[in-house]
């Protein structure tokens, strides 16, 4: 089955400890991205990936990081959580210049 | 970032009810998406749309591309209950290597049954 998948669901965590949010797809599809929803602000890019090794900013990068060894695979990683990046997560994917892009299932962050 | 204005924020219909919402832009755009967010789950496309005055169908939905290229509109008609979630906009105003889309908040459906 074509999807896209998320870890964890759900992750309550503290301020400043280091956490990584998987992602992983098995369409072979060269772009990737993260989104998190808030309410009120709807869905923002946080960052993307045309293909392995090339990434670049979305609206929100600040406190983020992710990387793109693997084309399947898309970690985000929050290397000093704070609790404003309590949110939503949101992991896509698509196949080149198309515009139907596949979401996860979310990944439900608290930091406290 | 920009953002579409997308309205109404919410609705609660009775079944067999028509609903319509819109978005709308201060920019032009060449593209307008519409998606669904079934709650606890991410968004899916449901129609996308790249002409003016472009009038598509996915099933009961219905959705126009506006010939001024600034709004779109869904149409759902006869709703049931599994037409309960959030409801996206979304536009992008060039095809860029990130083809980044602008979205809007949402318009969250309610269905009685």
């Known amino acids: 089955e074509a999807q896209v998948t998320q870890n964890p669901r759900y992750l309550i965590t503290v301020t400043g400890k280091k956490l990584t949010v998987t992602c992983s797809q098995n369409?072979?599809?060269?772009?990737m991205s993260w989104y998190r929803q808030d309410p009120g602000l709807g869905l923002r890019q946080i960052y993307y990936?045309?293909?392995?090794?090339?990434?670049d900013k979305g609206d929100v990068p600040e406190g983020y990081k992710v990387s793109r060894k693997e084309k399947r695979n898309f970690p985000l990683i929050l290397e000093s959580p704070s609790p404003n990046q309590t949110s939503l997560y949101f992991c896509?994917?698509?196949?080149?210049?198309?515009?139907?892009?596949?979401f996860g299932p979310g990944t439900r962050l608290t930091v406290l | 970032g920009q953002q579409l204005n997308q309205s109404p924020q919410s609705m609660f219909i009775q079944e067999g009810e028509d609903v319509s919402m819109n978005c709308t832009s201060s920019?032009?755009?060449?593209?307008w998406l519409w998606y669904k967010q079934d709650p606890g789950e991410g968004p899916v496309l449901l129609i996308a749309?790249?002409?003016a005055g472009e009038l598509t169908s996915n099933g009961r939905l219905t959705a126009q591309f506006g010939i001024t290229r600034k709004d779109s509109f869904l149409n759902i008609s006869a709703s049931i209950p599994s037409d309960v979630g959030i409801y996206f906009c979304?536009?992008?105003?060039?095809?860029?290597?990130?083809?980044?889309?602008?979205w809007g908040l949402g318009t969250s459906l309610a269905v009685n049954p």
């Open positions: 979304a536009g992008r105003s060039h095809a860029g290597n990130n083809r980044k889309l602008i």
């Open positions: 369409m072979n599809h060269e772009y």
């Open positions: 920019s032009i755009f060449n593209t």
């Open positions: 749309l790249y002409k």
């Open positions: 990936s045309m293909n392995v090794e090339v990434t």
């Open positions: 896509a994917s698509r196949l080149g210049q198309t515009d139907t892009q596949y």
